[in-house]
Nanobody, 123 residues
Framework: QVQPVESGGGLVQAGGSLRLSCAAS????????MGWFRQAPGKEREFVAA????????FIANSVKGRFTISRDNAKNTVYLQMNSLEPEDTAVYYC????????????????WGQGNQVTVSS
């Protein structure tokens, strides 16, 4: 199994950028599809981006398409979420998750979750 741990969140002004990292323990990181989700206060957890085991296939939510990019480095057991042109609506706790199956946009298909990392975008 893997244990994801997020880092890189914080406070940024609208229009700025942040890069989230998710380091996953375990020797079998490359066996897992990885996803990013977020949850704003009072809202359900929503899909942001996902990447398959070898990084050849990615999915991006329409709400962040063109602004966010997901990538992974299997040699470093790490997946990244590059966030550009941030908007106040992007404010949320961002979660990294791992799936033993195929990557999807469905939160219920992910088996292991990080504790979350706060991203706050000020206007």
């Amino acid at each position: 199994q893997v244990q994801p741990v997020e880092s890189g969140g914080g406070l940024v002004q609208a229009g700025g950028s942040l890069r989230l990292s998710c380091a996953a323990s375990g020797r079998t990181f490359s066996n897992y599809g990885m996803g990013w989700f977020r949850q704003a206060p009072g809202k359900e957890r929503e899909f942001v981006a996902a990447i398959n085991r070898i990084g050849g296939v990615t999915f991006i939510a329409n709400s962040v398409k063109g602004r966010f990019t997901i990538s992974r480095d299997n040699a470093k057991n790490t997946v990244y979420l590059q966030m550009n042109s941030l908007e106040p609506e992007d404010t949320a706790v961002y979660y990294c998750a791992a799936t033993r199956g195929s990557v999807t946009t469905n939160v219920h298909n992910y088996d292991y979750w990080g504790q979350g990392n706060q991203v706050t975008v000020s206007s």
